[in-house]
C-alpha cells in the first residue's frame, strides 16, 4: 500500500522556520523525482520544489527560491523542506507527492493528504 505521510506543520510568525518531513512507503522511493505542492486559501495547487532521485539536482518556484530547500534520504525514504524567512503568503496546505518532476500536477502518480502551515504577519 502506497503511502505518503507528510509532518511538521503547524503556526509560525512571519519571519520564522519551519521543517517538514514526507515518509514514504509501498513503492520504490528512490526511482522518483520527490516534490512538494502547496495549496493557498482559495488558490490551485502549486508547484513549490523537487529533488531529482538521487538528491543532486533541485528546482524551485520562483517565489520560494532562496527560502526553501528540499532535500531527501533514501535509507530513510524521507523528502525534507526546510522552509526560512516565511511569509504570510506561503501559508497553506503542503502536499509532497512522488512522479517524474516537474510543475504538473499530472506527473504525480502519489500524494500525501498534506499538512497545514499557517504564517502569521
Known amino acids: 500500500q502506497v503511502q505518503l505521510v507528510e509532518s511538521g506543520g503547524g503556526l509560525v510568525q512571519a519571519g520564522g522556520s519551519l521543517r517538514l518531513s514526507c515518509a514514504v512507503s509501498g513503492f520504490t522511493f528512490r526511482i522518483y523525482y520527490m516534490s512538494w505542492f502547496r495549496q493557498g486559501p482559495g488558490k490551485e495547487r502549486e508547484f513549490v520544489a523537487h529533488?531529482?532521485?538521487?538528491?543532486?539536482?533541485?528546482d524551485y518556484a520562483d517565489s520560494v527560491k532562496g527560502r526553501f530547500t528540499i532535500s531527501r534520504d533514501n535509507a530513510k525514504n524521507t523528502v525534507y523542506l526546510q522552509m526560512n524567512s516565511l511569509k504570510p503568503e506561503d501559508t497553506g496546505v503542503y502536499f509532497c507527492?512522488?512522479?517524474?518532476?516537474?510543475?504538473?500536477?499530472?506527473?504525480?502518480?502519489?500524494w500525501g493528504q498534506g499538512t497545514q502551515v499557517t504564517v502569521s504577519s
Open positions: 529533488v531529482t532521485w538521487s538528491g543532486s539536482t533541485t
Open positions: 507527492a512522488a512522479g517524474r518532476g516537474g510543475s504538473a500536477h499530472g506527473a504525480y502518480p502519489y
